[in-house]
């Protein structure tokens, strides 16, 4: 389904990337770019367009698999681009987003307690849950990315926090990636 979107999007454009060719898109050095992202909790595809206009500003899709929890996440980011000087094709980039996904391993435990007398014994219950729970919350991303000038690729390092709200359960979560994507 997530391909069926990527592909819609990449139709619309075509007119948008015959114009970014003319004029440049913006600074960045490409107006789409579809690849891979690598990282600390999640890893899948990343779909990232550049708006129309010359602000510098990104639309970035990610679909990914978590590895513990046994499910995936849609990520949906705006980001604010900024070419770094002296040092062409760079680009320091910003920006907020949100996310929902939906996750099948969910680790808890009891910890009872309980005693007769002066002789108290603890014990501590470790329970995995198989059942699938929906999860959802905010992200923030800063990045470095490098259009590569003679090639159509793009290579970037993100760092992702992110804050999440399952079951009524919260986290705050550290996420760090690398991304290859095929620019035009």
Known sequence: MFGLAALGL?????GAQAQSKKKGSAGAGYTTGIGLRGGGWSSGLTVKHFLSGKNNVAFEGLLTREYAARGG???????????????????????????????????YYYD?????????????????????????GADLILGLEYKMEDLPFVVGVDYKPFFEVFDGYTGFYNDAAISLRFAF
């Open 112 to 136: 009872g307690r309980y005693g007769h007398g002066r002789a108290k014994r603890y014990y501590t219950i470790y329970r995995v849950d198989e059942d699938p729970r929906i999860a959802a």
């Open 10 to 14: 990449l139709m619309t454009t075509e």
């Open 73 to 107: 996440r849609l990520t949906l980011l705006l980001e604010k681009h900024l070419p770094v000087s002296d040092f062409k094709g760079l680009q320091f980039y910003y920006g907020a987003g949100a996310h929902v996904g939906s996750y099948r391993r969910y680790y």
